[in-house]
């Protein structure tokens, strides 16, 4: 008799994943279909700042396969940021290139955008519904100028082998946290948790307490518009997230002065040390996460003795951690490429379930998808259920606001401020 | 052919090797070539570039220094290009500043150009000042305009407007990394796969070919070819370092042939030519093509020879097969004449048996024991010949028994002694007292072996001595089995060493001229040393021609009783005592016996030859008559002839088989036929018969059959059948000394016999023995010798045993032609004879 509810239990869930198995079928994207000749003979230049694009020239030759004779180069632009705008209007433009969600709104970008092609176009027959709609940023006019490639998240980097050994389980909420590094403590960890002090999105204290001041921010959007407004006031919003944080640096979790010491930038030093092999829990955001199989090799530690390791959550609320997903860049069309038309055709090929999560799975980023992989190292994501779930853009905050809670944890993580003094300086606290 | 094929294809791949490294320098060539039509074009930029400075510096040396929008005016109003711009860099001012010939293209008003969020003035220090130098920076983004670009550069001298005093700035003459990229359009034409690339020292790209992955080349490299952190340092550096060629994986894990050398202009630049390996291979078509009319050629040439070898193959298998029937002929040559020889030699030496059984005539005797040696020695040489037959097809086999080793000497010292004491040969015996009393091994090749080997010494020595030794020896790693080691040593003729190769050679007969006269075949030693083979041992021949010769084998045989032989004489007399036993004559008046023959005379033979037995034998002529009796009478044994007309034995025996209702159920049939060739002992057994017994049938032989097959209960031995004989015989010969009865009863069979003999030889000796005084009268000492050992011979038949060996001893003295001694003995001879003539006398009035 005990049996019965396992058994219905079991077939529920035998059925269900049989009709979803149904529905992916149903709903999965057809191969992509060429629309011009595949004869045709072309070249087009991607823009971006990244110094180089492994994945996307994967893209270009899996876009060969279509197009023979199309010629797709990639780019690196100095000072990016500066020069895009410029580059646009030159005598050799690029056809496509990357944006960043926080350009959109920013009045220095508005000449990009006015030489955007509108990828909301129907006529351009781009499907992006496999995107998710919380990642898609669209212009006052509603128009989709720009469609993110890759996201990122904030969270740890865990190394699996140190738990196994020690026989822990990757903590799921912040009580379990603090037992965990409790233990690891004892066994000889001397900062179970590392991560480097940085006034950045990248810094461990980022990485810890932005998420939960987003999940605070989403819970209480009546007051977004003051925290946007940078009123004294509301600064109060940020207080849980800067208790916990507080918190979290008095504990044993964490050695700051062992992390000043040894992690000297948010990037390369933050991938090198971790692979050192003796962290067990490492702060860290999905753009570090992209460059650590290039530098597997380079770690004479590593190579000495690999070990697995994942990227979860911080786990700093008491129910758990928060899964925020950002946009790491963005993809638009010149619409003033002389292969305008097969610019948008390469962006038809590129936004795909397909592309975008092969993509991702060699940059090692977050796809945009509304179903990212859960295989590999963002597997721990998954686990995070959809209220503790949900993007930068359902947060509303704008990029001041952003940049004073950044202000506000560095101080009172380094121990310059209280909580309260933060709280209380919320808009006026000092930015680097 | 497979040879020349592949000495075609590797002279093709040499060739094609040859030929893709010549397309390889070729493509060196080009890099070179690239080389230099860059270098042309840096240093006719730099050229210009310097035109700029020189024009600006000047005006500074001449002490009227340009400010910075002066000297850009100039700028602006020399340079011809739209595409080119002039930049005027204040490098020490913070983001790098200065004045662009140009207007930014998102602001016509804005000529203000900044550099400090883009790195290319890290090196321009050590590049700067030198003479005739390039001094280039590496492709970047034009930041008036994002135009990816690379920037000529040299320092000037202008006024700072603001603080009126001479400042240092740097003018930088930008040009599109277009216009590089134009200059190697040329290629396109003769590699279209070809790609250029320029990267600097460190391997970063400063024009980028389109299949060069990653923004560093050292990155591409490592991420696409396996190589160990030394072997990519070695790669760096190589590449770094000079001019060369080495290839590569690219991204598709195709191998590419990639050229490099230092930039002509810029030495810290390295110019990278990329190609496919596949585009620098030689074609193979016309190799293929070549390869493939040589193979159809050859294939040709296959068939061709394929066609003359089969005809050949074809005559060779009728030769074959005309050999073979040949073979066959020869097989049933062999067996039609063993069985058409031994059939009239049944009879022949059947009916001689009898003669010397029945005969009383000692002439007669002499002739008939003739006959018997003629026939044995004809069969003898039969046998040779079967042997040989039977070891030539394979078919020869050893089959091992038990059997006692005293008897096998016996048998093989009493066959040779009498021959060599006929010849006046000294026959020494040397036998190990160690030797086990019973050994497992086929005891009938051993003796085949040994007797060849002793007949040929006999045969071969004139005078002197044969010694014969058997010695014994434990084997080694084998407890069960001793090593017996038999020699023959000979005072006789000997063999040349030359000559002793040919002594195994069948048919070969050496010395023919000089041996003539001495009967052979030639097979006796090739046998011989065959036998010896198959049983693991081989005849070893020691021989010094005229003095004598040794031949000696060593033998394993398993040994079944270790009791050793002890001193071989009282073996000898053990031997003789057992072997009287089973020679001894039996009589078995209840048993019955059918033989079965198509020829007459060789009923009456196998009669004959039995008649004393007192057997009840009934005869059949045919397989049918057999049957009849077959159904009809019990017999103890059923000897049956094979070749029969009508229907042969084997037929006969089959329905026999058939017949349920007969008192023969259990009765042994013995297959008796003058086939002896290889094989058929085998056949016959098969065929259902119980044993197999050869014709000219050995009397003996028949008789030790019967005495297996015959049931015991109805089989007398006839040892008391000889007391009884001589109970019979007159008181008066008890009185004789010089009779020994019990062997003249041996030797004449029974007591009638014994007694007609006796009678005979008193009849005839005065007249025999005038006829030895007539002949020795007449000094005819041939005729004396004859007559002599006819006296012998008839003294011995009777048992006047030392009568004949005193005859034997004047024999010998005639043979030897001496005189003397017989005109001392024959009177005592003679006159012992006439007495024991006239002692027999009474025995007529006995008989009458």
Same mark, same amino acid.
């Given at each position: 008799?005990?049996?019965?509810?396992?058994?219905?239990?079991?077939?529920?869930?035998?059925?269900?994943?049989?009709?979803?198995?149904?529905?992916?079928?149903?709903?999965?994207?057809?191969?992509?279909?060429?629309?011009?000749?595949?004869?045709?003979?072309?070249?087009?230049?991607?823009?971006?700042?990244?110094?180089?694009?492994?994945?996307?020239?994967?893209?270009?030759?899996?876009?060969?396969?279509?197009?023979?004779?199309?010629?797709?180069?990639?780019?690196?632009?100095?000072?990016?940021?500066?020069?895009?705008?410029?580059?646009?209007?030159?005598?050799?433009?690029?056809?496509?290139?990357?944006?960043?969600?926080?350009?959109?709104?920013?009045?220095?970008?508005?000449?990009?955008?006015?030489?955007?092609?509108?990828?909301?176009?129907?006529?351009?027959?781009?499907?992006?519904?496999?995107?998710?709609?919380?990642?898609?940023?669209?212009?006052?006019?509603?128009?989709?100028?720009?469609?993110?490639?890759?996201?990122?998240?904030?969270?740890?980097?865990?190394?699996?082998?140190?738990?196994?050994?020690?026989?822990?389980?990757?903590?799921?909420?912040?009580?379990?946290?603090?037992?965990?590094?409790?233990?690891?403590?004892?066994?000889?960890?001397?900062?179970?948790?590392?991560?480097?002090?940085?006034?950045?999105?990248?810094?461990?204290?980022?990485?810890?307490?932005?998420?939960?001041?987003?999940? %605070?921010?989403?819970? &209480? +959007? #009546?007051? $977004? *518009?003051?925290?946007?407004?940078? /009123?004294?006031?509301?600064? =109060?919003?940020?207080?849980?997230?800067?208790?916990?944080? %507080?918190?979290?640096? &008095? +504990? #044993?979790? $964490? *050695?700051?002065?062992?992390?000043? /010491?040894?992690?000297?930038? =948010?990037?390369?030093?933050?991938?090198?040390?971790?692979?050192?092999?003796?962290?067990?829990?490492?702060?860290?955001?999905?753009?570090?996460?992209?460059?650590?199989?290039?530098? =597997?090799?380079?770690?004479?530690?590593?190579?000495?003795?690999?070990?697995?390791?994942?990227?979860?959550?911080?786990?700093?609320?008491?129910?758990?951690?928060?899964?925020?997903?950002?946009?790491?860049?963005?993809?638009?069309?010149?619409?003033?490429?002389?292969?305008?038309?097969?610019?948008?055709?390469?962006?038809?090929?590129?936004?795909?379930?397909?592309?975008?999560?092969?993509?991702?799975?060699?940059?090692?980023?977050?796809?945009?998808?509304?179903?990212?992989?859960?295989?590999?190292?963002?597997?721990?994501?998954?686990?995070?259920?959809?209220?503790?779930?949900?993007?930068?853009?359902?947060?509303?905050?704008?990029?001041?606001?952003?940049?004073?809670?950044?202000?506000?944890?560095?101080?009172?993580?380094?121990?310059?401020?209280?909580?309260?003094?933060?709280?209380?300086?919320?808009?006026?606290?000092?930015?680097? | 052919?497979?040879?020349?094929?592949?000495?075609?294809?590797?002279?093709?791949?040499?060739?094609?090797?040859?030929?893709?490294?010549?397309?390889?320098?070729?493509?060196?060539?080009?890099?070179?070539?690239?080389?230099?039509?860059?270098?042309?074009?840096?240093?006719?930029?730099?050229?210009?570039?310097?035109?700029?400075?020189?024009?600006?510096?000047?005006?500074?040396?001449?002490?009227?220094?340009?400010?910075?929008?002066?000297?850009?005016?100039?700028?602006?109003?020399?340079?011809?290009?739209?595409?080119?711009?002039?930049?005027?860099?204040?490098?020490?001012?913070?983001?790098?500043?200065?004045?662009?010939?140009?207007?930014?293209?998102?602001?016509?008003?804005?000529?203000?150009?900044?550099?400090?969020?883009?790195?290319?003035?890290?090196?321009?220090?050590?590049?700067?000042?030198?003479?005739?130098?390039?001094?280039?920076?590496?492709?970047?983004?034009?930041?008036?305009?994002?135009?990816?670009?690379?920037?000529?550069?040299?320092?000037?001298?202008?006024?700072?407007?603001?603080?009126?005093?001479?400042?240092?700035?740097?003018?930088?003459?930008?040009?599109?990394?277009?216009?590089?990229?134009?200059?190697?359009?040329?290629?396109?034409?003769?590699?279209?796969?070809?790609?250029?690339?320029?990267?600097?020292?460190?391997?970063?790209?400063?024009?980028?070919?389109?299949?060069?992955?990653?923004?560093?080349?050292?990155?591409?490299?490592?991420?696409?070819?396996?190589?160990?952190?030394?072997?990519?340092?070695?790669?760096?550096?190589?590449?770094?370092?000079?001019?060369?060629?080495?290839?590569?994986?690219?991204?598709?894990?195709?191998?590419?042939?990639?050229?490099?050398?230092?930039?002509?202009?810029?030495?810290?630049?390295?110019?990278?030519?990329?190609?496919?390996?596949?585009?620098?291979?030689?074609?193979?078509?016309?190799?293929?093509?070549?390869?493939?009319?040589?193979?159809?050629?050859?294939?040709?040439?296959?068939?061709?020879?394929?066609?003359?070898?089969?005809?050949?193959?074809?005559?060779?298998?009728?030769?074959?097969?005309?050999?073979?029937?040949?073979?066959?002929?020869?097989?049933?040559?062999?067996?039609?004449?063993?069985?058409?020889?031994?059939?009239?030699?049944?009879?022949?030496?059947?009916?001689?048996?009898?003669?010397?059984?029945?005969?009383?005539?000692?002439?007669?005797?002499?002739?008939?024991?003739?006959?018997?040696?003629?026939?044995?020695?004809?069969?003898?040489?039969?046998?040779?010949?079967?042997?040989?037959?039977?070891?030539?097809?394979?078919?020869?086999?050893?089959?091992?028994?038990?059997?006692?080793?005293?008897?096998?000497?016996?048998?093989?010292?009493?066959?040779?002694?009498?021959?060599?004491?006929?010849?006046?040969?000294?026959?020494?015996?040397?036998?190990?007292?160690?030797?086990?009393?019973?050994?497992?091994?086929?005891?009938?090749?051993?003796?085949?072996?040994?007797?060849?080997?002793?007949?040929?010494?006999?045969?071969?020595?004139?005078?002197?001595?044969?010694?014969?030794?058997?010695?014994?020896?434990?084997?080694?790693?084998?407890?069960?089995?001793?090593?017996?080691?038999?020699?023959?040593?000979?005072?006789?003729?000997?063999?040349?060493?030359?000559?002793?190769?040919?002594?195994?050679?069948?048919?070969?007969?050496?010395?023919?001229?000089?041996?003539?006269?001495?009967?052979?075949?030639?097979?006796?030693?090739?046998?011989?040393?065959?036998?010896?083979?198959?049983?693991?041992?081989?005849?070893?021949?020691?021989?010094?021609?005229?003095?004598?010769?040794?031949?000696?084998?060593?033998?394993?045989?398993?040994?079944?009783?270790?009791?050793?032989?002890?001193?071989?004489?009282?073996?000898?007399?053990?031997?003789?005592?057992?072997?009287?036993?089973?020679?001894?004559?039996?009589?078995?008046?209840?048993?019955?016996?059918?033989?079965?023959?198509?020829?007459?005379?060789?009923?009456?033979?196998?009669?004959?030859?039995?008649?004393?037995?007192?057997?009840?034998?009934?005869?059949?002529?045919?397989?049918?008559?057999?049957?009849?009796?077959?159904?009809?009478?019990?017999?103890?044994?059923?000897?049956?002839?094979?070749?029969?007309?009508?229907?042969?034995?084997?037929?006969?025996?089959?329905?026999?088989?058939?017949?349920?209702?007969?008192?023969?159920?259990?009765?042994?049939?013995?297959?008796?036929?003058?086939?002896?060739?290889?094989?058929?002992?085998?056949?016959?057994?098969?065929?259902?018969?119980?044993?197999?017994?050869?014709?000219?049938?050995?009397?003996?032989?028949?008789?030790?059959?019967?005495?297996?097959?015959?049931?015991?209960?109805?089989?007398?031995?006839?040892?008391?059948?000889?007391?009884?004989?001589?109970?019979?015989?007159?008181?008066?010969?008890?009185?004789?000394?010089?009779?020994?009865?019990?062997?003249?009863?041996?030797?004449?069979?029974?007591?009638?016999?014994?007694?007609?003999?006796?009678?005979?030889?008193?009849?005839?000796?005065?007249?025999?023995?005038?006829?030895?005084?007539?002949?020795?009268?007449?000094?005819?000492?041939?005729?004396?010798?004859?007559?002599?050992?006819?006296?012998?011979?008839?003294?011995?038949?009777?048992?006047?045993?030392?009568?004949?060996?005193?005859?034997?001893?004047?024999?010998?003295?005639?043979?030897?032609?001496?005189?003397?001694?017989?005109?001392?003995?024959?009177?005592?001879?003679?006159?012992?004879?006439?007495?024991?003539?006239?002692?027999?006398?009474?025995?007529?009035?006995?008989?009458?």
């Amino acid at each position: 008799m005990k049996k019965t509810p396992g058994i219905l239990l079991s077939l529920s869930m035998a059925v269900v994943l049989l009709l979803q198995g149904c529905g992916s079928v149903k709903s999965a994207e057809e191969d992509f279909v060429p629309k011009y000749d595949k004869d045709t003979e072309f070249s087009l230049t991607v823009a971006g700042s990244y110094g180089n694009f492994e994945s996307l020239e994967a893209e270009f030759e899996r876009f060969y396969e279509y197009y023979p004779n199309a010629n797709l180069q990639y780019v690196t632009m100095d000072d990016y940021n500066n020069v895009i705008s410029s580059a646009l209007l030159n005598s050799e433009p690029p056809d496509i290139f990357t944006t960043n969600s926080w350009m959109i709104g920013d009045e220095a970008y508005n000449d990009l955008f006015d030489s955007c092609e509108v990828l909301s176009d129907p006529s351009l027959d781009i499907d992006y519904s496999c995107i998710k709609e919380s990642l898609i940023r669209t212009d006052d006019s509603d128009r989709v100028l720009m469609l993110p490639i890759f996201t990122t998240s904030y969270g740890m980097l865990v190394n699996m082998d140190i738990f196994e050994k020690e026989g822990l389980k990757v903590p799921a909420d912040y009580g379990e946290l603090l037992t965990v590094c409790g233990k690891l403590k004892s066994a000889g960890y001397d900062s179970p948790m590392m991560g480097v002090d940085r006034f950045s999105g990248s810094g461990l204290y980022n990485c810890f307490a932005y998420p939960m001041f987003a999940n %605070d921010v989403i819970k &209480n +959007s #009546d007051r $977004i *518009d003051a925290l946007n407004a940078l /009123e004294p006031s509301s600064g =109060e919003l940020m207080r849980p997230a800067l208790e916990r944080l %507080d918190e979290f640096v &008095n +504990s #044993d979790c $964490i *050695d700051l002065e062992k992390c000043r /010491e040894e992690i000297t930038d =948010e990037y390369d030093s933050v991938i090198m040390r971790f692979f050192e092999g003796d962290v067990p829990m490492m702060f860290a955001t999905g753009d570090v996460v992209s460059g650590t199989a290039k530098r =597997e090799s380079r770690s004479d530690a590593f190579v000495a003795h690999p070990f697995q390791y994942r990227f979860y959550a911080a786990p700093a609320g008491d129910d758990g951690g928060y899964f925020i997903n950002s946009i790491s860049i963005c993809f638009s069309v010149n619409q003033h490429s002389r292969n305008i038309d097969m610019a948008n055709e390469f962006m038809r090929f590129l936004i795909s379930r397909k592309e975008l999560g092969n993509m991702a799975g060699l940059k090692r980023l977050i796809a945009p998808l509304d179903d990212f992989s859960s295989d590999g190292i963002y597997s721990g994501l998954a686990e995070i259920p959809e209220e503790r779930s949900f993007s930068d853009k359902e947060t509303g905050l704008l990029d001041p606001a952003v940049r004073q809670f950044r202000a506000a944890i560095y101080e009172v993580g380094n121990g310059n401020m209280t909580v309260d003094e933060a709280v209380a300086a919320y808009g006026k606290i000092p930015e680097e | 052919m497979g040879f020349i094929l592949f000495f075609i294809i590797r002279y093709a791949n040499a060739r094609a090797e040859e030929s893709s490294k010549n397309k390889i320098v070729t493509f060196e060539k080009m890099t070179m070539t690239t080389n230099r039509i860059i270098a042309n074009y840096l240093e006719d930029e730099q050229h210009l570039c310097d035109i700029w400075v020189t024009y600006i510096n000047s005006s500074a040396k001449d002490g009227a220094p340009m400010t910075a929008q002066d000297a850009v005016s100039f700028i602006r109003k020399s340079k011809i290009s739209q595409e080119t711009e002039g930049h005027l860099i204040f490098p020490d001012s913070p983001d790098r500043a200065g004045i662009s010939t140009t207007a930014k293209v998102s602001d016509p008003d804005d000529y203000t150009v900044s550099y400090g969020n883009i790195d290319i003035f890290d090196n321009i220090e050590s590049v700067s000042g030198q003479d005739n130098a390039v001094n280039l920076t590496r492709a970047y983004t034009n930041p008036m305009n994002g135009v990816q670009s690379i920037a000529f550069y040299d320092h000037v001298t202008v006024l700072d407007e603001k603080s009126n005093e001479r400042k240092d700035a740097l003018l930088m003459r930008v040009v599109p990394l277009s216009r590089l990229e134009q200059k190697l359009v040329f290629l396109k034409g003769e590699y279209e796969n070809a790609e250029i690339s320029l990267v600097d020292s460190e391997g970063n790209y400063v024009v980028h070919g389109k299949s060069f992955k990653n923004s560093n080349f050292f990155e591409y490299y490592k991420s696409y070819n396996t190589a160990t952190a030394k072997e990519y340092e070695q790669v760096a550096e190589e590449v770094s370092g000079g001019t060369g060629t080495m290839t590569i994986r690219n991204y598709k894990g195709e191998d590419c042939i990639l050229s490099y050398t230092p930039l002509e202009t810029v030495t810290s630049w390295i110019l990278l030519a990329y190609i496919p390996a596949g585009d620098l291979a030689a074609s193979r078509s016309v190799d293929w093509l070549l390869l493939g009319i040589a193979c159809l050629g050859f294939i040709l040439l296959l068939i061709f020879n394929s066609t003359v070898m089969m005809i050949y193959n074809r005559k060779l298998s009728d030769a074959a097969q005309q050999a073979n029937q040949a073979n066959e002929a020869k097989s049933s040559f062999l067996s039609t004449m063993s069985h058409d020889i031994r059939t009239p030699m049944n009879a022949i030496l059947g009916l001689n048996e009898m003669v010397l059984r029945d005969s009383r005539d000692e002439s007669i005797r002499v002739y008939s024991e003739s006959i018997r040696a003629a026939g044995n020695t004809l069969l003898g040489i039969i046998n040779d010949i079967l042997d040989f037959s039977k070891i030539e097809a394979g078919k020869m086999e050893i089959i091992n028994a038990d059997y006692s080793i005293v008897s096998l000497l016996n048998d093989l010292i009493n066959m040779v002694n009498k021959k060599a004491e006929d010849k006046g040969l000294v026959f020494i015996t040397d036998i190990d007292g160690n030797i086990p009393t019973t050994l497992n091994g086929d005891e009938i090749r051993i003796k085949q072996v040994i007797i060849n080997i002793l007949s040929n010494a006999v045969k071969y020595t004139p005078k002197g001595s044969i010694t014969f030794s058997v010695h014994a020896r434990m084997a080694e790693e084998r407890p069960d089995s001793v090593m017996l080691r038999v020699s023959v040593a000979d005072t006789g003729t000997g063999i040349k060493p030359e000559d002793i190769d040919r002594l195994f050679v069948a048919f070969e007969r050496i010395d023919e001229k000089k041996n003539r006269n001495i009967e052979g075949t030639g097979l006796g030693m090739a046998i011989t040393q065959r036998f010896l083979g198959m049983m693991g041992s081989r005849l070893e021949v020691e021989s010094e021609y005229g003095k004598g010769s040794v031949f000696s084998f060593e033998l394993e045989q398993r040994v079944v009783n270790r009791e050793p032989i002890g001193d071989f004489e009282e073996a000898f007399r053990r031997s003789i005592s057992e072997r009287k036993t089973y020679r001894e004559m039996f009589t078995a008046p209840q048993a019955s016996v059918l033989v079965v023959d198509d020829t007459p005379l060789n009923l009456m033979v196998f009669v004959s030859l039995l008649k004393k037995t007192g057997l009840r034998i009934d005869t059949a002529g045919s397989g049918d008559e057999c049957i009849s009796l077959f159904g009809r009478n019990h017999y103890d044994v059923i000897f049956l002839d094979h070749m029969m007309p009508d229907k042969d034995g084997i037929e006969t025996l089959e329905e026999m088989k058939t017949i349920k209702d007969t008192p023969n159920k259990e009765t042994p049939v013995i297959c008796l036929t003058a086939n002896a060739i290889s094989g058929m002992r085998e056949m016959y057994i098969n065929a259902g018969f119980d044993d197999y017994l050869t014709k000219p049938i050995d009397p003996e032989g028949l008789e030790t059959m019967l005495l297996q097959y015959l049931p015991e209960d109805k089989v007398t031995y006839s040892s008391g059948q000889d007391d009884a004989g001589s109970s019979e015989l007159p008181e008066l010969l008890n009185e004789l000394e010089e009779l020994d009865i019990d062997s003249g009863l041996t030797y004449c069979g029974d007591a009638e016999d014994y007694i007609m003999a006796l009678e005979m030889y008193s009849d005839s000796a005065d007249n025999k023995a005038e006829e030895i005084e007539t002949y020795w009268a007449a000094r005819d000492i041939k005729n004396t010798t004859v007559k002599v050992h006819a006296l012998k011979s008839a003294s011995r038949a009777i048992g006047a045993l030392k009568l004949g060996e005193y005859a034997a001893e004047l024999e010998q003295a005639g043979k030897n032609g001496d005189e003397e001694i017989l005109d001392i003995k024959l009177k005592e001879l003679l006159s012992r004879y006439r007495k024991l003539g006239r002692d027999l006398e009474p025995l007529k009035k006995l008989t009458l």
